[in-house]
């Protein structure tokens, strides 16, 4: 079944999740007005910083829209600042910071910061496809964390090493999936494949 994701494109690295959709098998578009939101069956949120996406969201009115096609059941998936966007409740938020919301989690802006700005490292990423062909190779800039994760909310991977280890990094709750790192930027799109499948199932 062919599905159209849009890519919400205000700011933030678009054309890498346009392709990275489009080998998982998507017809993707970017997003930037309602005509283009109506059009779509879903929506990718992809890093940049969280609170100037925040202000061109609201500069762009597409806010309430966004917000009200999540609310009605619009599968989405947040990579970073897009997580945070997607995210019931932000620490280390700006004054004034608002996000969508949606899933059940609490996270931390620039978290890994403390420790060190910007890493790789390998995960096991729960629910993707081709798991066997190994981890997930995951980069983080100035990556937030997920810090608590309420009941309807489901933990799909965890720093496996260094001082963060443990730290929760992947999420979903029911069509929503929210990562802390950029799948979109490694030429893996198994993370993108796990969302088109979550799209196609929500249909
Ligand atoms: N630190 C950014 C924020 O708070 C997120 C960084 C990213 O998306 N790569 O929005």
């Known amino acids: 079944m062919d599905v159209t994701v849009g890519v919400l494109a205000l700011q933030g690295d678009v054309r890498e ?11 993707a578009v970017p997003v930037r007005r309602t005509s283009e939101l109506d059009g779509v069956d879903a929506l990718v949120l ?20 966004v917000q009200a096609r999540l609310r009605a059941g619009m599968p ?9 966007l997607l995210a019931d409740r932000v620490l ?17 802006r620039n978290a890994f910061g403390r420790q060190v700005d910007s890493f790789e490292t ?3 990423v729960t629910g993707v496809p081709d798991a066997e062909q190994g981890p997930v190779h995951a ?15 489901t933990v799909l991977a965890r720093v496996q090493d260094g001082a963060a280890a443990g730290r929760i990094v992947a999420v ?3 069509s929503l999936l929210v990562t802390s790192f950029h799948p ?5 799109d198994r993370v993108h494949r796990l969302f088109v499948g979550m799209v196609r199932d929500s249909r």
């Open 46 to 65: 992809p890093g940049g910083e969280s609170t100037t996406i925040d202000k061109l969201l609201r500069a762009f009115d597409l806010f309430e829209p």
């Open 139 to 153: 980069v983080f800039i100035r990556a937030p964390w997920v810090e608590e994760v309420g009941p309807a909310a």
């Open 76 to 84: 989405a998936y947040g990579s970073c600042a897009g997580m945070i």
């Open 17 to 27: 999740h346009v392709a990275a959709l489009s080998s998982a098998g998507a017809r």
């Open 122 to 124: 390998d995960l096991q």
């Open 92 to 108: 280390d938020a700006i004054d004034g910071q608002r996000t969508l919301g949606g899933v059940d989690i609490t996270v931390r």
């Open 172 to 174: 979903r709750q029911g």
């Open 184 to 188: 979109e930027v490694t030429g893996d």
